[in-house]
C-alpha cells in the first residue's frame, strides 16, 4: 500500500490538476492552446504561462516556451497567449517586415522615398514599387501609385523610382513642354520657325520669342537670337517672327 502524500504522482509539465483524490493521469488536464508549462504538480490554470508577444500556439500540452511558433515574416503580434496563426497582424500597405517574431508595427518598415506598396503583409523591401517614369516621391511609407507626384510642365522624367523633383529634367534650350508626367526629351516641343528660346523648363509655347525686325528664321528648336537670320543687303523687314527670306523686301529705287 502507499505510506504518504510522498507516493502521489505529480501531473506532468504541460499539465495541472485542481480535484483531489485523483486516481489516474487522465485526471491531469493540459495547459491550453497558447500556453505551456516547464513545471510538474501544478494545481491551476492559472499556473500555465501565456506565450509571449510575437507567438502563437495552436496546440494544448506544451511543455516550453519554445513550443510557441513565432509570427512569420510581414507579420506582428501585439498580445500574448495568442491560438491561432491568423492572430499575427499583417504590416500594412507601404510598409515591409524582414524578421519573425516581431512584437509591434513599429517593426515594419515603411518603404522609401520614390516607391509605394498596396498590398500588406510585405516580408521584403523588394515588395516596394517604384514611382513610374514622368514621376517623383518624396515621402515614405506611401500606399498608392497616385502618391507619385508628376514632373511638372517644362519637364520630362525618364527613371523610376524618383525620389526629388530636381530629378526632372528640364526641356532644353529651344523647347516648351505645357503636359506633366511626361517621360522623355521626345515630350518637348520645339519652338516653331520664326522664334528662339534662350531658356530651359519652359512650360509654354509663349515662352518662344519672335525673331525681330529685320531678320527670319526658317528652323525650328532655335536656341538663341544669334540663330534668326539677317535680310541681305538691299532688303528689310519690319515685322517679327518671319519664317522665311520671301519675308524680306527690296529697297526701293533711289
Given at each position: 500500500g502507499f505510506l504518504g502524500e510522498g507516493d502521489c504522482l505529480l501531473c506532468g509539465a504541460g499539465q495541472y490538476q485542481t480535484g483531489s483524490g485523483r486516481i489516474d493521469q487522465s485526471a491531469c488536464l493540459l495547459c491550453g492552446a497558447g500556453k505551456y508549462q516547464t513545471g510538474v504538480g501544478l494545481v491551476d490554470e492559472g499556473n500555465c504561462l501565456l506565450c509571449a508577444a510575437g507567438t502563437f500556439q495552436t496546440g494544448a500540452g506544451m511543455v516550453a516556451d519554445s513550443n510557441c511558433t513565432l509570427c512569420g515574416t510581414g507579420k506582428y503580434q501585439?498580445?500574448?497567449?495568442?491560438?491561432?496563426?491568423?492572430?499575427?497582424?499583417?504590416?500594412?500597405?507601404?510598409?515591409?517586415?524582414?524578421?519573425?517574431?516581431?512584437?509591434?508595427?513599429?517593426?515594419c518598415l515603411f518603404c522609401g522615398p520614390g516607391k509605394y506598396q498596396t498590398g500588406s503583409g510585405m516580408v521584403a523591401e523588394a515588395s516596394c514599387l517604384l514611382c513610374s517614369s514622368g514621376t517623383y516621391q518624396t515621402g515614405s511609407g506611401q500606399v498608392d501609385p497616385g502618391n507619385c507626384s508628376l514632373c511638372g510642365a517644362g519637364k520630362y522624367q525618364t527613371g523610376e523610382g524618383v525620389v526629388v523633383e530636381t530629378n526632372c529634367s528640364l526641356c532644353r534650350?529651344?523647347?516648351?513642354?505645357?503636359?506633366?508626367?511626361?517621360?522623355?526629351?521626345?515630350?518637348?516641343?520645339?519652338?516653331?520657325a520664326g522664334k528662339y528660346q534662350t531658356g530651359s523648363g519652359m512650360a509654354v509655347e509663349g515662352d518662344c520669342s519672335l525673331c525681330g525686325a529685320g531678320k527670319y528664321q526658317t528652323g525650328e528648336g532655335m536656341p538663341t537670337e544669334g540663330k534668326c537670320s539677317l535680310c541681305g543687303a538691299g532688303k528689310y523687314q519690319t515685322g517679327s517672327g518671319r519664317i522665311d527670306q520671301s519675308a524680306c523686301v527690296l529697297c526701293g529705287a533711289g
Open positions: 501585439t498580445g500574448s497567449g495568442l491560438v491561432s496563426e491568423g492572430s499575427c497582424e499583417a504590416c500594412g500597405a507601404g510598409r515591409y517586415q524582414t524578421g519573425t517574431g516581431e512584437t509591434s508595427q513599429e517593426s534650350f529651344g523647347e516648351y513642354q505645357t503636359g506633366t508626367g511626361m517621360v522623355s526629351a521626345g515630350n518637348c516641343s520645339r519652338c516653331a
